[in-house]
Nanobody, 128 residues
Framework: QVQLVELGGGSVQPGGSLRLSCLVSGTALVAWDVIWFRQAPGKEREGLGCNRDYDESSLYIDAVKGRFTISRDNAKNIVYLQMDNLKPEDTAVYFC?????????????????????WGQGTQVTVSS
């Protein structure tokens, strides 16, 4: 059974950094693209970036481009979300998701696409 677990959330001041980890079990991460989402209070879930399995390249929405970096360690079955220069508007619950048919591309999160596997989410709070 495929399971995803996010780790690394917490509270940080504006301008700070956090690194989230998405631990994948039950499948070989090397074969699947992975997407990161976030959901802020009162807002819809937003796909913020994704990472491709075949070349480990990533795509990002404009709101996080240049500040967030997605990477992976296939040997450890972990996908990372490095978040730098955090802003209060980055406050949200962050989720990773994947499934064997998802392809990281444009749009990052196709409308109506159903992902088979989700993590439970981890809270990130950016506040002074």
């Amino acid at each position: 059974q495929v399971q995803l677990v996010e780790l690394g959330g917490g509270s940080v001041q504006p301008g700070g950094s956090l690194r989230l980890s998405c631990l994948v079990s039950g499948t070989a991460l090397v074969a699947w693209d992975v997407i990161w989402f976030r959901q802020a209070p009162g807002k819809e879930r937003e796909g913020l970036g994704c990472n491709r399995d075949y070349d480990e390249s990533s795509l990002y929405i404009d709101a996080v481009k240049g500040r967030f970096t997605i990477s992976r360690d296939n040997a450890k079955n972990i996908v990372y979300l490095q978040m730098d220069n955090l802003k209060p508007e980055d406050t949200a619950v962050y989720f990773c998701a994947t499934d064997p048919d998802y392809e990281c591309g444009v749009p990052i999160a196709p409308i109506g696409y159903e992902y088979d596997y989700w993590g439970q989410g981890t809270q990130v709070t950016v506040s002074s």
